[in-house]
């Protein structure tokens, strides 16, 4: 697996700037001791550019559409250590596939799904690792809990045997106003503190998914510890 030169060195040159973006944003924020995880978004890649990733030691990889998912685990499943991330939107008929990837899923957006997955991993003998997706900024075209209903059902929590709930997702509102993208990523990490009081010590939800390309030197500021990223590893190519 080899991807040009060109290639190479353009999402090379990416990758070193958002780290560097990455680590300045960890020192101008209060959660200095976060060490945030980039998952590289490939719903929209080419294959030589993450041929390009992989060469590059990029090991945690995001995908929208749960079939692109699965057959990209196949195309990669010589490479080892790769983590694979459900970040999109996962309907209820669609999980299986899902699990059987073993991947992480930030998109929990119902108790509905929840009960689901924990059906599936039931019937595979498997552990799900999962993260709840909040609605934050209250958007109707957003899916995911809102704050009172998962508080209001946290205590589901307990009863689980096959997934893992690690911590919580949300996404900012498409808007340049950075008051409001920062109030919506410091209310999700309130919201999981809130939480975490009512929770047993297995279940801290120590994962804040949140921040993307636009954003997430801001999320990182206000504690995410997992960013998803497309665009900006991708700049200054054309597919």
């Not at 929990?108 to 599936?120: F, G």
């Not at 010590?201 to 504690?223: C, Q, R, Y």
Request: aromatic share 6%; glycine share 6%.
């Amino acid at each position: 697996m080899t991807s040009s030169p060109e290639i190479l060195e353009i999402i090379r040159r990416n990758w070193l700037d958002i780290q560097h973006r990455m680590q300045a944003a960890v020192e101008r924020g209060k959660f200095r001791d976060h060490h945030p995880k980039l998952i590289a978004v490939t719903k929209y890649a080419e294959p030589e550019w993450i041929e390009a990733l992989v060469e590059l030691g990029i090991r945690d990889f995001g995908e929208s559409r749960p079939q692109q998912l699965a057959e990209r685990k196949v195309w990669l499943a010589e490479v080892d250590n790769l983590i694979w991330h459900q970040i999109g939107h996962l309907q209820r008929n669609k999980v299986r596939p899902v699990i059987e990837a073993g991947a992480i899923i930030h998109s929990i957006d119902s108790w509905r799904l929840l009960n689901r997955i924990e059906e599936i991993s039931g019937e595979l003998n498997h552990t799900s690792s999962l993260l709840l997706q909040i609605n934050i900024s209250g958007e109707v075209q957003k899916t995911g809990f809102n704050a009172d209903e998962f508080l209001s059902g946290i205590d589901r929590l307990h009863s689980l045997r096959y997934c893992q709930v690690n911590g919580l997702m949300t996404m900012a509102p498409d808007t340049e106003d950075e008051a409001v993208i920062r109030n919506v990523f410091r209310e999700l990490q309130i919201l999981r503190d809130r939480a975490r009081q009512m929770l047993p010590e297995n279940l801290k939800l120590p994962e804040l998914s949140m921040g993307m390309s636009g954003d997430f030197e801001i999320a990182i500021e206000e504690g995410a510890t997992m960013v998803r990223i497309g665009s900006e590893l991708y700049r200054d190519l054309t597919p």
